[in-house]
């Protein structure tokens, strides 16, 4: 059983909105640092925005500031991706990551921060 299943991904036109999410199944991650990553053809995987489960704290690559907003639901473990004005630059696979150590995000960003990870979700933006 995959501890982080992502769903939401999708093919949409350049402005358009997709809403992503991340759900922890026989894990509980409410007082971790959990994230999204994304890796586009021919490209480095990058961290695109993280959060602490346990609070408010947010973290976002410049990149996406102001346009990706993530978010989080205890009740239902899981950790969304709210993504707005998309472009042709944000096609890539999508990951989710999860920290099982408690405590907030370092920043969040980077991939060393995390011990888990999702089968990932294809995201396709077009011109």
Known sequence: QEPLVESGGGSVQAGGSLTLSCAA???????????????ALGKEREGVASIYTGGRSTYYADAVKGRFT??????????????????????AMYYCAADSSFGDCYSGLLPDEYNYWGQGTQVTVSS
């Open 70 to 91: 993530i978010s989080h639901d205890n009740s239902k473990n899981t950790v969304y991706l709210r993504m707005n004005s998309l472009k042709p630059e944000d096609t």
């Open 25 to 39: 199944s026989g894990y509980t991650f409410n007082r971790n640092c959990m994230g999204w990553f994304r890796r």
